[in-house]
């Protein structure tokens, strides 16, 4: 036993010595290691020794793999270098004449849009807010004055999570509660009015053509204070869409719903294009819808802890949501939403980088 011990060591150090690639390597473990390899049939052999040298042998044969493996580890590693380097070397070296293929890298166009934006809103004293993309129901819906089974929830439709009660905001109005929390105190204690406006992605479970997306920006805003009216929320709207398009701008009003304000508008901006007159780009109305708004519904203002039941009335304001992915798509005249979203950089890279 113990010379086919030796006999076996002396085999697998003569071909281990022999091998020069992995592959060989690896012809070499079926041979010596596998459950038919050579190893396998020393421990067969070990069942025909008599029962009192059983367990030297058993010993010698155990060192013997030990030793092999260890021995076989190393060689692989060695192996494995060479034929990295092997690799490196081969391929071509790099050639820094040959022109680029693909574009060079600049600002997402909702991103220069977004920016733009913040820096308006910056400039008339908001606050610009971060808010998370997983919320939960009370956010997004309940705390916005749309109860479970109200039927607008139909519209907002989006991705839930596994984890109960999670979920993808469908909007950014998602925020306003936590916002309302945040400086609710300065409201209150420095008279400091709320205004801050949420940049944030957002998600709807819809079926995607050249005008939806599952995945959309929108930036909303909110202006709470003692006697904030609806001609506080028109002059706003219009100053900061003068702004936003770098003229001015002039704004109407429609009716719109939405639970969460009292009353609701859809604001629409005469079409930049044709003056009003009807064209193309504002299917010949002469306007473009562009920012639901509207007064913040009194439960939405009692759920931020805004106004108590003992002074219903105390605080006023308005809130907006303006679609940053829509405003983009108007800004560099974009027709197709999934440019947008695809990060074609060929693209995307028409738009200038600020
Ligand atoms: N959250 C609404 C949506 O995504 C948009 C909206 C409507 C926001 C009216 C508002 C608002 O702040 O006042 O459909």
Not at 15 to 26: G, M, R, Y
Not at 102 to 121: K, M, N, W
Not at 322 to 335: D, S, V
Request: charged fraction near 30%; charge should be negative; glycine fraction near 6%.
């Amino acid at each position: 036993m113990k010379e086919k011990i030796q006999e076996l060591k002396q085999k697998f150090n003569t071909e281990l010595d022999a091998v020069k690639d992995t592959k060989a390597l690896e012809d070499l473990r079926l041979v010596f290691f596998s459950k038919k390899g050579l190893i396998s049939d020393l421990m067969k052999e070990l069942g025909k020794v008599p029962n009192e040298q059983k367990k030297e042998f058993g010993q010698l044969i155990n060192g013997l793999k030990k030793e092999l493996n260890d021995k076989f580890d190393e060689k692989k590693l060695e192996l494995v270098k060479l034929e990295e380097e092997s690799e490196i070397n081969a391929t071509e070296a790099y050639d820094e004449s040959m022109p680029t293929r693909c574009a060079c890298g600049s600002y997402h166009p909702i991103t220069l849009v977004q920016r733009d934006l913040e820096d308006i809103f910056k400039s008339m004293g908001f606050d610009v807010e971060d808010y998370n993309e997983i919320v939960d129901d009370y956010h997004c819906f309940e705390a916005l004055n749309i109860p479970k089974f109200h039927p607008a929830r139909d519209m907002q439709d989006t991705y839930y999570l596994s984890t109960p009660n999670q979920l993808l905001k469908s909007h950014t109005s998602a925020a306003q509660n936590a916002i309302m929390r945040k400086y609710g105190d300065a409201l209150k204690k420095q008279k400091r009015p709320i205004k801050a406006v949420f940049p944030g992605r957002c998600f709807r479970n819809e079926a995607i053509d050249a005008c939806h997306e599952n995945t959309f920006f929108q930036m909303e805003g909110i202006m709470i204070d003692e006697d904030i009216s609806i001609s506080n929320l028109i002059y706003f709207m219009k100053t900061m869409l003068s702004e936003v398009f770098e003229r001015d701008v002039t704004v109407r009003l429609r009716p719109g719903f939405f639970p969460f304000v009292e009353p609701g508008f859809e604001l629409d901006i005469q079409c930049l294009i044709c003056g009003g007159d009807g064209c193309p780009s504002c299917k010949n109305s002469g306007w473009l819808e562009l920012c639901p708004c509207g007064m913040i519904h009194p439960n939405v203002l009692k759920y931020g802890g805004i106004n108590t039941e003992e002074e219903p009335d105390k605080y006023t304001g308005f809130a907006f949501g303006l679609g940053l992915t829509r405003l983009a798509m108007m800004k560099f005249g974009i027709k197709d939403i999934r440019v947008l979203n695809e990060f074609d950089l060929n693209s995307l890279s028409q738009f200038v980088s600020k």
